[in-house]
């Protein structure tokens, strides 16, 4: 299947600094990528639908200021997490859809990223 | 918008029964519905989908069924083994939109 890329893995991080996360498609090319956020023992729930050359589109509820995406090209999406607290901390998980895969439906995960904001 | 609603939170069978996992969606326009199976602080991976056009799908010891006019969706895992125990999560979604994830069910299979 096609390859997601997170960077990094875990990253610690003090209260009040900002955190970037990358998303990369390594074997195809994606127009769209979507970010999630998992707290312990819940669903993935997502944050945004990144598009490539335009601006994100955010679920409600979720600060567009404070969780910055980027993604300047068809396989390259970046999530900034700005001012990050405590509450942060979670588990954030990309994912892209190839469309000359499946139909397109298929969404392939990255490995996600641990935030720990202390 | 879509709303996944997964039944039950936890299930706990011996190495060899089956299990099923149960779940409903909202929004009848969602046409694509994939299984996916989660270890602790791993990504999710896909283990079994079906689109709407179709009412069941197998692929050895796991199999899906879809009821459109209920907006129900069912996982059917036989002979389960121990490596099986994770999280699996249903969800739903429509073409290129946005896929709604269920709660989770955390399955432990008893050896």
């Known amino acids: 299947g096609a390859v997601v890329s997170q960077h990094p893995s875990w990253v610690i991080c003090k209260s009040g600094t900002s955190v970037k996360i990358e998303c990369r498609s390594l074997?195809?090319?994606?127009?769209?990528m979507f970010w999630y956020r998992q707290f312990p023992k819940q669903s993935l729930m997502l944050m945004a639908t990144?598009?490539?050359?335009?601006?994100?589109?955010?679920e409600q509820g979720v600060e567009k200021d404070k969780f910055l995406i980027n993604h300047a090209s068809l396989t390259l999406s970046t999530l900034t997490v700005t001012s990050a607290h405590p509450e942060d901390s979670s588990f954030y998980i990309c994912?892209?859809?190839?469309?000359?895969?499946?139909?397109?439906?298929?969404?392939?995960f990255g490995p996600g990223t641990r935030l720990t904001v202390l | 918008g879509e709303n996944v609603e997964q039944h039950p939170s936890t299930l706990s069978v011996q190495e060899g029964d089956s299990a099923v996992i149960k779940c409903t969606y909202s929004?009848?326009?969602?046409?694509?519905f994939p299984w996916y199976k989660q270890e602790l602080g791993k990504r999710p991976q896909l283990i079994i989908d079906?689109?709407?056009?179709?009412g069941e799908k197998k692929d050895q010891r796991i199999a899906v069924t879809l009821n459109k006019t209920a907006k129900h969706f069912s996982l059917h895992i036989t002979e389960t083994q121990p490596e099986d125990s994770a999280v699996y999560f249903c969800?739903?979604?429509?073409?290129?939109?946005?896929?709604?994830f269920g709660t989770g069910t955390k399955l432990q299979v008893i050896p």
């Open positions: 929004d009848s326009a969602s046409n694509y």
């Open positions: 074997d195809f090319q994606a127009t769209t």
């Open positions: 994912s892209a859809r190839d469309p000359e895969r499946t139909k397109g439906n298929e969404q392939f």
């Open positions: 079906i689109r709407s056009n179709v």
């Open positions: 969800a739903a979604s429509g073409g290129y939109q946005k896929v709604t």
């Open positions: 990144s598009n490539e050359g335009s601006k994100a589109t955010y």
